[in-house]
């Protein structure tokens, strides 16, 4: 028997509302603690994930050490327990957050946290394919070194062409003016040094364990076939956006094939907000640590509305 959604959504969509979840990096310690401590749903969330993963995720969110919950394999489970966690506590103490959202994206993890939240993916599901998706990515990245950079203030064109003549790759295009590279160090070096030649405005090195979203994590992706493969999944009750895509994906099939090939493809955040706001998506939900996708979207989209949960205060949310 299939396991009951996530949340249980009410009437048709709001079609102006979009609920979306960030992705690796946005982890601290002592993310959820607060809610873990007031919200009993948000304690059996996290207990159910410990018992999932057999051991004290939850300690590692509240306590630590950093350096502990900052490990691929433990960040990617802790930031979508801490994100659906604050999900099913807000919509408790704000009913209204239970009218159906016209769509749903998440940030590479974060896209797991938007299937669980769209009914396509049994929480279970998801605590333990984000394990497995984590330890696999990091192993990949002892396997094929690599690093990822920010390049700030180029357009995509001239990043796609320093990437090229450097031997990097493209992983993250967050917004326009704002692309994350990624390949071996050397290739990554060269390439910092091509986007400076060309005008950029700032170049980030990034403290990453290897070069998420592009070809080096190949072994990743292959890894994951098998355990995607015999996963429960659903058709999504709400459209969930896909990375690699940009489009929603609508079904269990299409699910799958996005969940293998978003490990190493890159992230098309850029393209997922230009998509919502043409679909008249004016309010932006953000539930999670942080408030990264919430700066992205306000800035490209500036007449939206953006909320953010990401702690017991802010699931009181104000629609």
Request: with cysteine; charged share 20%.
């Amino acid at each position: 028997m299939a396991a009951a959604p996530f949340l249980a959504f009410n009437g048709p969509a709001v079609q102006g509302r979009a609920f979306v979840f960030p992705g690796q990096g946005a982890q601290s310690v002592g993310m959820g603690k607060d809610l873990y401590e007031e919200f009993p749903a948000a304690r059996e969330l996290f207990d159910h994930a410990d018992e999932i993963l057999g051991f004290r995720l939850s300690r590692l969110c509240f306590e630590g050490p950093e350096e502990e919950l900052q490990q691929t394999r433990n960040a990617q489970p802790a930031i979508a327990v801490t994100s659906l966690a604050l999900l099913k506590v807000a919509t408790q103490v704000t009913p209204g957050l239970l009218d159906t959202p016209a769509f749903m994206a998440g940030h590479s993890l974060g896209e797991y946290s938007a299937l669980v939240a769209a009914g396509a993916l049994p929480f279970d599901e998801a605590i333990r394919l984000l394990r497995i998706r984590g330890e696999l990515m990091q192993a990949a990245g002892e396997k094929n070194p690599g690093t990822m950079a920010a390049i700030l203030g180029l357009d995509i064109a001239d990043c796609e062409d320093v990437c090229r003549e450097a031997g990097a790759e493209v992983c993250n295009v967050n917004a326009p003016g704002q692309v994350v590279i990624g390949g071996r160090r050397e290739a990554v070096v060269r390439a910092l040094d091509y986007a400076k030649a060309r005008g950029a405005a700032k170049v980030i090195p990034l403290s990453v364990s290897g070069a998420f979203h592009s070809s080096l994590m190949r072994p990743a992706a292959d890894g994951m076939v098998q355990p995607v493969a015999t996963a429960a999944i659903n058709d999504p009750l709400v459209p969930v956006i896909a990375n690699c895509t940009a489009m929603p994906v609508k079904d269990g099939t299409a699910i799958r094939h996005e969940l293998v090939d978003q490990v190493c493809r890159p992230v098309q955040w850029s393209r997922t907000v230009d998509f919502l706001g043409e679909q008249g998506v004016e309010t932006f939900v953000e539930f999670g640590p942080g408030r990264v996708l919430s700066a992205i979207i306000k800035r490209m989209l500036r007449k939206s509305n953006c909320i953010n949960v990401n702690d017991a205060t802010t699931v009181r949310v104000q629609l």
